[in-house]
Structures are given as structure tokens and as C-alpha cells.
């Protein structure tokens, strides 16, 4: 495979259910993010990985949980979700967060997760 | 705060014409990066053109080019020649201290 991919590509939990969303790239990035896209509202960016240090967070409830075991891998960790969580969970990398001048590198996007909370 | 608006949620042009997205933004830094992403109906989102705000010169990358009016803060995309698998929702991005997406514009290129 290559790009970014994401598992699984549809989930249903329960508000009491504990998932995890997963994100695997194959483009030798080191830097991954995670972004929430819901109807009709503009896409939110949740957490930054950057060297598998977390450099931006949102301010997103604690319900989500971001892990970065190394820069190939990141992981979604839901737990007591609200129905308003549900959305497209997107995964993204791109070589670094910003550049060595302090640009934006281009971010490569996975396919994304439809999240469903009941 | 930074701010980014796509004032047209829906476009629909036929096939072979040119067609503009307009996008505007607000913010107080000087050096940012502006993107515009492609979202077709299979929801991989990819990179259609950027531009450095330092840089005067507007980008092209084929059938795909910007306006970026940095006084006025306007990034509009123009789409020459369009075709049926420009059909997609288009998002503007402004990249600085923050990243920030507008909410989109659904194209739809008409046969």
C-alpha cells in the first residue's frame, strides 16, 4: 500500500464503547495529524505529531485520546463519546510540521473514518 | 483570531468553462502559507495549488490558478477548462500560526 491509510473506514460505538482509530503512512513522513470533519462545518484540526512529539492540541476534550508510537503509526483512542462526535475522523502526514525556513510542508491526506456514537 | 471564508457553498458550471472559488481570510501575521484541497465524492483530499504569502507572484499548476490579493486578503482559485473530475468539494486553508480551514465549496461540473 501506499499514502496514507485509515482503519476502519466506518465505525458504530455506543457512548460507553472504548474504539480506536488507526492511521498508517508509507511516505516516510515525520509529522502526522489528526482532523475532525463534520457536515456543513469548516475542518478542525485536533493534534499535530511532529517526530512523534505532540505539538498542537486543539483544545479537544480528553474523550479523544492521540498516540504516536513512531512516524509511520498514529492512533485515535475514543472513549464515553457524545452523538455530537460524529463526523469523518481525516489523518494526514507531511514531511515535518513546518519546514526548516519555517514554511508548510504539503499535508497528504488518508481516506478517512466515518464515525458514527449512538 | 484567524478566520477563513468560502462565501459559496455550492457551484455548479458546465463542462469546458471556466469557473472561480473565492476564499478570503483574516488575519494579523505577515508570513503564512495559503492551500487550496480537492475532496471528490471518494473523500481523499488532495492538494490542488499553494501559495506563500511573501511570494507576489500568483501560483499555476495547469487548468489550476490563484488570484491572492495579500492586501485584501482574498485567495480565490480559478478553474480553466473544467471537467467532470473537478466535481469535488474544495477547501481553502491558511497555514500560519494556526491552521485553519474554511467549510468548503461543492463544485459540481455539469455534462
Known amino acids: 500500500e501506499t499514502g496514507v491509510t485509515q482503519t476502519p473506514r466506518h465505525l458504530v460505538m455506543g457512548m460507553t464503547n472504548k474504539k480506536s482509530l488507526k492511521c498508517e503512512q508509507h511516505?516516510?513522513?515525520?509529522?502526522m495529524y489528526w482532523y475532525k470533519q463534520s457536515a456543513k462545518k469548516p475542518l478542525e484540526l485536533m493534534f499535530v505529531?511532529?517526530?512523534?512529539?505532540?505539538?498542537e492540541n486543539n483544545s479537544v476534550p480528553s474523550r479523544f485520546s492521540p498516540e504516536c508510537p513512531n512516524s509511520s503509526h498514529l492512533f485515535l483512542h475514543l472513549h464515553t463519546l457524545q452523538p455530537e462526535d460524529s463526523a469523518l475522523y481525516l489523518c494526514?502526514?507531511?514531511?515535518?510540521?513546518?519546514?526548516?525556513?519555517?514554511?508548510?510542508?504539503?499535508?497528504?491526506f488518508g481516506p478517512g473514518t466515518r464515525l458514527t456514537v449512538l | 483570531a484567524q478566520t477563513v471564508t468560502q462565501s459559496q457553498p455550492e457551484m455548479s458550471v458546465q463542462e469546458a468553462e471556466t469557473v472561480t472559488l473565492s476564499c478570503t481570510y483574516d488575519t494579523s501575521e505577515s508570513n503564512y502559507y495559503l492551500f487550496w484541497y480537492k475532496q471528490p465524492p471518494s473523500r481523499q483530499m488532495i492538494l490542488v495549488i499553494r501559495q506563500e504569502a511573501y511570494k507576489q507572484q500568483n501560483a499555476t499548476e495547469n487548468r489550476f490558478s490563484v488570484n491572492f490579493q495579500k492586501a485584501a486578503k482574498s485567495f480565490s482559485l480559478k478553474i480553466s477548462d473544467s471537467q467532470l473530475g473537478d466535481t469535488a468539494m474544495y477547501f481553502c486553508a491558511f497555514l500560519g500560526d494556526k491552521i485553519i480551514f474554511g467549510k468548503g465549496t461543492r463544485l459540481h461540473i455539469l455534462p
Open positions: 511516505l516516510g513522513h515525520n509529522a
Open positions: 494526514a502526514s507531511s514531511q515535518t510540521f513546518k519546514s526548516y525556513g519555517g514554511g508548510y510542508n504539503e499535508q497528504f
Open positions: 505529531y511532529n517526530f512523534k512529539e505532540q505539538t
